[in-house]
């Protein structure tokens, strides 16, 4: 979609005496102003960039701990099990167990939390583990 929005600009002349002179494909303006409708519509952003990072901390914990609190101005978060145990993380507010988790991470498992998701972030090793965690902003 950038590459039609530089090419629709690209095709503007420059101004003479006060004036825009379009040279411009009227079909290819509609279809990219649709597109950018239906994104908007569907509830599409587009992304912001992200230059930093928290670097990774550890999460260590055997009963339920807070891998990461609710930030909004987080972009992604990035969870990495690098010990034996299976972490269970959660997403939101309810108490992460062996049962009751969003995702479970084995030895070597890598989690994206989903983009733009900025709520609490709750974790359980079922036996002593290690995962390093890297929050985005």
């Keep these: 979609m950038g590459r039609q929005i530089e090419e629709i600009i690209s095709s503007l002349g420059p101004l003479t005496g006060g004036t825009v002179s379009i040279n411009a494909n009227l079909t290819d303006i509609e279809a990219l102003l649709?597109?950018?409708q239906a994104d908007v519509a569907d509830g599409v952003r587009i992304p912001n960039a992200t230059t930093g990072g928290t670097g990774s901390t550890d999460f260590t914990s055997t009963s339920y701990g807070t891998i990461a609190t609710a930030s909004t101005g987080?972009?992604?978060?990035?969870?990495f099990n690098s010990g034996p145990g299976n972490l269970h993380v959660i997403l939101?507010?309810?108490t992460a167990s062996t049962s009751v988790f969003t995702a479970r991470l084995s030895a070597g498992d890598y989690y994206e939390v989903p983009f733009n998701y900025t709520g609490l972030i709750g974790g359980i090793f079922a036996t002593a583990g290690t995962a390093k965690v890297t929050q985005l902003s």
């Design 34 to 36: 649709t597109t950018l």
């Design 74 to 79: 987080r972009l992604g978060c990035t969870i």
């Design 92 to 94: 939101g507010t309810a």
